[in-house]
């Protein structure tokens, strides 16, 4: 049984910073890509940030510049979020690609004053 949990959101100010973690854990042969998705009310899923087993990452254009995913160790990543905006404001969820596709359960973000 594979489990993705997630920690780290919360509610913060316009050009604030959250960290979110991501940890994996039960049966991992082999991690391919981790990363974040986000969705919120009233949208389709989205990608935040990926990050793959060799650290070549990929970004939306929204969060280029902004958001930096790496890996603390090979089954947990983190998304450093700086200069938050109203807009990022959504539901997080972690995802992975082992031998299959995993998601944790989300953790919510909100950024308001």
């Known amino acids: 049984q594979v489990q993705l949990v997630e920690s780290g959101g919360g509610l913060v100010q316009p050009g604030g910073s959250l960290r979110l973690s991501c940890a994996a854990s039960g049966s991992i042969f082999r991690v391919n890509v981790m990363g974040w998705y986000r969705q919120a009310p009233g949208n389709e899923r989205e990608l935040v940030a990926t990050?793959?087993?060799?650290?070549?990452t990929n970004y939306a254009d929204s969060v280029k510049g902004r958001f930096t995913i790496s890996r603390d160790n090979a089954k947990t990543v983190i998304l450093q979020m700086n200069s938050l905006k109203p807009e990022d404001t959504a539901v997080y969820y972690c995802?992975?690609?082992?031998?299959?596709?995993?998601w944790g359960q989300g953790t919510q973000v909100t950024v308001s004053s």
């Open positions: 990050i793959t087993s060799g650290g070549n």
């Open positions: 995802y992975g690609s082992f031998t299959k596709a995993y």
